[in-house]
């Protein structure tokens, strides 16, 4: 398992402690970079340290159960395919979430054609041979997962979907309104002609 501390600062290093024990590979961030900058640095790390492992990205805020996690696991190493852990918005999740995710999907459709039912999960699968193309993609803060979809779709990546649970914590340090900008203004640009969101090329756009 490899963590990556983004900057957490010392009320995370008791869990971060915790975690190298059971034999963790915690990487560190000396400021908060942003999600994507964090998911990149542990790309590479894999890439170049575990270069044929498969990849499952969870987010720590504790909304993703190890039945799941391990559930995309497997489904990518059966299907060799990019796959994200669909959240079904059942239970106690506040309206503006639900909302947003909806939109968000219908964004998404009307900007690559593909209907995607939770493009804001954190729970993803990738596999290996993808982990340079996943580097190339711009972004370094909360745009990033969905430039990843983006650039998919424009590339021609099948992603499948695998139906998770909802888990809400209301711990997570996403801001309504600076990172739902950054979110939505991709996926408006991408409904432009001819505006480029990432780097595609690579051989990991083959399936």
């Known amino acids: 398992m490899v963590v990556v501390d ?3 600062g010392p009320s995370a290093s008791p869990v971060l402690q915790e975690a190298a024990s059971h034999g963790a590979t915690v990487l560190r961030h000396s400021v908060n970079r942003g999600k994507g900058a964090a998911l990149k640095t542990g790309f590479r790390y894999i890439a170049d340290e575990l270069p044929e492992h498969d990849v499952v990205c969870a ?5 993703h159960r190890l ?3 391990q559930r995309v696991s497997e489904h990518v190493a059966a299907r060799r395919r990019m796959t994200l852990g669909v959240r079904s918005f059942d239970g106690a999740v506040p309206f503006r979430s639900r909302l947003g995710n909806r939109v ?7 900007a690559t054609g593909r209907l995607l039912r939770d493009t804001q999960t954190g729970l993803r699968g990738h596999r290996s041979d993808q982990l340079a193309w996943l580097c190339s993609i711009e972004g370094d803060r909360f745009e990033y997962e969905m430039n990843v979809l983006l ?8 992603v499948d979907e695998v139906t998770i649970a909802t888990v809400y914590t209301g711990s997570s340090k996403f801001s309504p309104l600076s990172d739902s900008a950054r979110i939505y203004w ?9 505006t480029p969101v990432g780097k595609v090329s690579g051989s990991s756009t083959s399936t």
């Open 151 to 158: 650039a998919a779709a424009r590339a021609g990546i099948p």
């Open 67 to 69: 039945d799941d996690i």
């Open 6 to 8: 983004d900057g957490s």
């Open 59 to 63: 987010d720590g805020d504790g909304q």
């Open 104 to 110: 968000t999907s219908q964004l998404f459709r009307a």
């Open 186 to 194: 991709p996926l408006l640009r991408s409904l432009l002609p001819q």
